[in-house]
């Protein structure tokens, strides 16, 4: 699909996600119509999805940590989508640098490092090191819930 200056700035003013349809085309000054077929065109393609996004800051008995890993293979991609799918993770990316692999993972109370390392991590073969990165404050992280 091919991601024009419309698409785009449809995308742009969906960052407030209760934001309709009807406002939308009149600020581009195209169809509600038009709007609405474009987002629904972006969700099947994959390129949008749309969520409520929550501070994990904010939210009690809940942290936020960054792994870097790094492994042992060159199978970065076969790895990262297996990391994917473990309790916690939020994001997965292939990174250059001193890591293969950057993961964003959210904690929760009877869920927390330990457990991600030996019940999540363990699980994964191929894992040469990893390096945590606790987060105390952010700025701008919205993630979605996944608990």
Known sequence: MKIDDTNID???????????????????????????????????????????????GTLPGHRSVIIGIKLSGMNLVEKGEEISKLKGVISVCVVTGRYDLIILVLFKKNFGLLEFYTDEIARVKGINSVETFVIYKSYNLKVPYIF
């Open 10 to 56: 449809i995308i742009r003013e969906l960052k407030q996600g209760k934001k309709s349809f009807k406002k939308i085309a009149d600020k581009l000054a195209i169809t509600e119509n038009t709007i609405r077929a474009r987002v629904n065109k972006l969700q099947e393609e994959g390129v949008l999805e749309i969520c409520g996004l929550v501070d994990p």
